[in-house]
């Protein structure tokens, strides 16, 4: 059985009735004003779970919610899938459930801007410059994902611009540059001038997915060492260094064994979507997941033991 590492909820919770737990443990619900989270193990089946549950006061739906592996071997060897496992999943999803591939994205690009939103908050609204986002978007399904978040992101509070060089002819991505370019959204041809220096407070990776094989060519290629020429740069605004976020897989990564091109790519914070890939493993920064549209049937299926997602969040931090 294939699950995912062993997780804890990270707050300051003071103890709940035993009665709440199981409240909640039996509806399989965590309610908004009072998140009720695991803070002792989240156990493998046949495992049983030695928990002690928690009530955290003043959360919302937009609080991060956190959770961390420990070091046992047995555990954190688990959670993850291989490219081949993948992409048969991701037939799976668009045959057996019958989601289409315009749903599937949309669920992504909502998880992709949630997690933005837990990394990088935006500006307050007393403030009147609004947190600016660079969303670098590849040709394929992975670029869409990115146009979908861009959206998200504007309804959000941010300030986001696309940057979509190779353009897809297929309607749903023709739509999707126009969904964005109707809510003010500006898609470029390539990168702006400022992207290295610090214009941006975070820029999203939805370049390359993982299906990607081989090493980055132009211009995705200059675009990612763009990108780590950001991390290293100062913000003009507020003295920090750009956080890049990669969607599903750091781009220029092979999906099983992370940089072989040895591009030395390695983002702040990795947004995978349904399942961590095989690849996540050699991954060092913070870490969510946004999977919960996967169907009971499948997930038993690959061996997915689903996380637990609290709340109304479609993501969860993992450490």
């Known amino acids: 059985m294939v699950s995912f590492p062993r997780l804890a909820f990270l707050t300051f919770c003071r103890p709940a009735a035993p009665s709440a737990f199981n409240s909640v443990v039996s509806k399989s619900a965590i309610p908004l004003a009072g998140v009720l989270s695991i803070t002792a193990a989240w156990r493998a089946?046949?495992?049983?779970?030695?928990?002690?549950?928690?009530?955290?006061?003043?959360?919302?739906?937009?609080?991060?919610?956190?959770?961390?592996?420990?070091?046992n071997s047995e555990m954190s060897s688990t959670g993850y899938l291989n490219a081949e496992d993948a992409a048969a999943l991701d037939v799976e999803l668009m045959s057996t459930p019958g989601f289409s591939l315009e749903q599937?994205?949309?669920?992504?690009?909502l998880s992709v801007a949630e997690a933005v939103y837990a990394v990088v908050p935006p500006s307050s609204q007393e403030d009147d410059k609004k947190t600016k986002i660079l969303l670098v978007c590849g040709p394929g399904n992975n670029g869409g994902d990115g146009l979908v978040a861009a959206r998200h992101l504007v309804m959000f509070g941010y300030e986001a611009v696309v940057v979509y060089p190779k353009r897809s002819s297929k309607e749903h991505f023709v739509n999707l540059v126009q969904q964005c370019e109707d809510v003010g959204v500006p898609v470029l041809d390539k990168m702006p001038s400022d992207a290295s220096d610090g214009g941006y407070e975070a820029i999203v990776d939805a370049i390359f997915g993982f299906s990607f094989k081989g090493e980055p060519r132009e211009p995705f290629a200059t675009a990612l060492k763009q990108?780590?020429?950001?991390?290293?740069?100062?913000?003009?605004?507020?003295?920090?260094?750009?956080?890049?976020?990669?969607?599903?897989?750091?781009?220029?990564?092979?999906?099983?064994?992370?940089?072989?091109?040895?591009?030395?790519?390695?983002?702040?914070v990795l947004v995978s979507l349904t399942t961590p890939k095989t690849s996540s493993k050699k991954f060092t920064g913070r870490h969510f997941v946004g999977g919960r549209f996967l169907p009971p049937k499948l997930a038993e299926k690959y061996n997915v033991q689903m996380p637990p997602y609290p709340g109304v969040s479609q993501v969860m931090e993992i450490f």
């Not at 002690?52 to 592996?69: A, D, K, L, N, V």
């Not at 100062?234 to 064994?257: C, H, Q, Y």
């Open 227 to 268: 990108m780590v020429d950001a991390q290293k740069a100062v913000s003009e605004t507020g003295g920090l260094a750009t956080k890049i976020i990669s969607v599903d897989v750091p781009s220029g990564w092979n999906v099983d064994d992370g940089d072989t091109a040895g591009t030395g790519f390695m983002p702040d």
């Open 45 to 71: 089946p046949g495992r049983g779970v030695q928990a002690t549950p928690t009530i955290c006061e003043g959360r919302t739906p937009s609080s991060p919610h956190r959770f961390m592996t420990t070091a």
């Open 104 to 109: 599937l994205m949309e669920l992504a690009g």
